[in-house]
């Protein structure tokens, strides 16, 4: 027994060594530009734009984006922001000019009532939303990252507003990307192993910012 | 709609109106045009008044919980003793979350949204009385709020952020003796366990017996975390001069602070510093530092938002006529604080929370806004105090000169102000009203005490102008009075307190009981009297009980609108 635990360490060291260098290889390269936008309406994509801004990393943003505006790619069209609709692009024009497809859709998964109330969404129509725009990028190749960084309170029961929005997205997902407490249950961990998708777990949402560096360069 | 008759015959209108003597000049179309203006983040309003300000000396503060969706209960929590090594659990609250009254009750369910964070407690813990923040504690400790919104990239929705707004003002309310101390303990938590998740920029008017404090918090941005040894929130307090007035209208009032003025300012040490490293401040600008301008900037006026943030303004101009405010002057020029030209009484402050902004540029009943019965609630294109949206509202009195038990009182209004009543807590009180902890949005209870505010407030909806007399006649017998009675109670409380304070508690406790249940009563009654008299918009006297029913007057220049508007609409003929 007193050799086994040692040992077993070893292991479980060896294990997490692999598992780093095998997460470290196995992180996606994708290309810009990319639209980042929100899976449930909560403020965890004001969160995750912000990351972008300090990795240095151009993007367009859209709270509610359907097929056709991914379809129009940077610049959405010249849609603007208005009551319930907000757009935004920092996207450099220069090197991806109006209309260029979308390598990258990055989705912020968190529910929040108040914020798809302020958007004119109930959860049927924001999974009917995500479900139809999902499609899209499946169809156009389009790389799809879920990210939750919203931790444990931004989790529930399975049928609850999260996990509903969860359900919509994380499944179809090329990569995902969750901080630890939001993977308390293990649910993304078992999710991404059933469908073999790329799971890198943070700390804190400042891990993120390595990570989209390396991903979007 | 005919666009060819629409110059001409907008005029038409314009005109009927300004015949009826209701359309106030300088206002006109740039006003209408607001009435499509999206109000957004825009909530409550908090009023704090120094102590040398007030005709009896309290030191007041205000919060008009304007939410329109959010839970409005209360719970008073006692007093406690605890352990040495013992923790506290930090609990993550969200302002706006509800729940189902099958499922339970607010003040309870809230803790199954563990933030993860256990701190170390402290050995007493104050008794307080508390709705969606710490209102006013046994030392006399009370608290008004205000959201102010911060710089985007300072938001902080992330988990690394243990302390929300509401959890904040609970420890602060329950450790501290003293405003300043309250302002330490909030601020030195929020540093140290990150501030933010639920909430951004907030405002929480702070005071004792003594002083009011304005205290500005903010988050840090979500990329901070507890182990980067950076404070985990950015803050700001100013003291309002002792014998001035001030108020938070959702926009961040602090502007320059000397922290060597101890007296006056305090400051987490991040609080330029930060600025500088967010990009919000160049120290080689030659400006000095400014924190609302650094974090929370407003910009525009009274005026050039069409009365979307009048508030600022109106106050200014109803504690202070003399200074000649003008509504042009952009908000973030407006002073922080001003001495009123006379001295203020609790009920000056009731009644600056029912503020309408009635004779103003802002007025919400000018012209036909406000329908045949001025009705200030069809018109929503200008933010006025008094917005009809509050859960409820609160007056707080803390006073020098009496034992805390006694001197610190928190007026609870439930629902819309105009069409409440003001009940008191005492500071000593060992329970509140159970009407007062129960009762949602969603479903209709006699049990609530919320619902019998809002019971009569729905039938005053029917001939505003009419019944809103009703309401006042109902307001004089049993707010006014009771005020005019506060010397007497306390008299009372105060000899029995001299014998054994806990006979005082009792008391107090008593009284305010009582005095909630007459008056929750009272309006449950007025409710169903108000149905009876304006009942499908007749004029029924219950007392004579005759056979002619008479009718609310419909003013003729109404009627002229009404026939304008005809015009106006009326087909293009070819």
Redesign the interface.
Known sequence: MTKRIPLGLAAVAALGLAFLVAGQQALPKVGLPILTTSAGQ???V??LN??L??AGIAYDYCDVPTPEMVADGVGLGGRESG?GFHVESTTDLAKSPAGTPYKAVIFAIGAS??GMG?SGLTLDSEEARLKKVIEFCKQKKIFVMAVH?????KRGPAGSDNERMIDAVAPLADYLVV?K?SNKDGRFTKLAAAKKIPLTEI????GL?DIVKQVFQ | MNFKRLIPFGLTLVLAVLLAGHAPAGTGQSALAAADAVIAGEGCTSILVGRDASVDGSVMTTHTCDCGTCDWTWRHVPAADHKTGSTRTVYHISQYKTWPPAEGLKWDLYKKDLAGLEIPQVAHTYAYHHGMFGYMNEKQVSIGESTIGCQRKMQNSTPAAKLDLSMLTLLGIERAATAREAIQVMGSLAEKYGYGFHDDGEMLAVADAKEAWIFEIMPVGPLWTPESGKPGAVWAAERVPDDEVSVCPNESRIGEIDLANKDVFMASPNVVSLAVEMGYYDPKSGKPFSFKRAYSPVEGSAMSTNGRIQRLWRFFDLVAPSKKFKPETPNMDLPFSVKPDKKISVQDVMAMTRDRSYGTPFDPVQGIRGGPFKNPNYYRGTRVIDHGLAEYSTVTQSRAGFPDPIGGIVWIAFGSQDTSCYMPLYAGMTEIPKSFMVGDHWTFSRDSVRWAFDYADFHVQVAYSEAIKDVQAAQAKYETELVQRTPEIDQQALALYKKKPAKAAEFLTGFAINNATTVTNAWWKLGDDLLVKYNRLYLYNAEKRGFSRGQPATPDWWKKAARAFDILMEPDKK
């Open positions: 909560s403020t965890d004001t969160t912000i990351v801004e300090d009551p009532l108040k302020a960084i919203g931790g444990e309170s901080t407490d700390e804190y949402a400042l910012v």
